[in-house]
């Protein structure tokens, strides 16, 4: 099984200006690691609309990676755009992995169904939208871990459904 290629974007105001430690991107970047996924880029920045589009258009374009792990900016708050972000820049929406980590988590926290995280296809990268919470963004990729090397196979058109 090819090792697929892995971006972890943290989206944080605070953790941009260096005010507070970047806990969730280094827990996405285990969790990833530890589902056969290879983080070749990690970057910080804050939560700003253009800023986040332009990075994952950047990263989804260039090839070098199959999939963009973000962390933050999911929630209700003014600032919170990742969503928006990604929405506005991805070719093909994949409601399923949002649905499954908000029902997952939702088991374990109420608030999980405040999550507006979505993924999407661009360019033949995957982009998932993980919460800014460490224990949020762990549970949240955990619940979908299983699901990603399939789905990338999937998007490089390896590996199809046989009709039965």
Excluded: Y
């Excluded at 990833?32 to 880029?41: G, Y």
């Amino acid at each position: 099984m090819k090792q697929f290629k892995a971006g972890v974007l943290t989206i944080s105001d605070s953790a941009s200006k260096g005010q507070r430690t970047d806990n969730s991107g280094s827990i996405v970047e285990k969790v990833a690691t530890n589902n056969k996924l290879h983080v070749v880029k990690k970057l910080i920045i804050s939560d700003d609309l253009n800023g986040i589009k332009n990075t994952l258009i950047e990263w989804s374009d260039n090839g070098e990676i199959d999939i963009i792990l973000t962390t933050g900016g999911t929630g209700l708050g003014p600032r919170d755009v990742t969503p928006d972000a990604t929405k506005a820049i991805i070719d093909i929406e994949i409601p399923g992995l949002g649905e499954i980590m908000r029902s997952t988590t939702f088991v374990l926290t109420p608030f999980a169904i405040l999550s507006r995280a979505t993924s999407g296809i661009r360019s033949g990268c995957l982009i998932v939208n993980l919460p800014g919470s460490p224990k949020g963004a762990k549970e949240c990729l955990e619940s979908i871990a299983i699901t990603l090397n399939h789905a990338l196979e999937m998007i490089r058109g390896w590996r199809t459904h046989k009709e039965e």
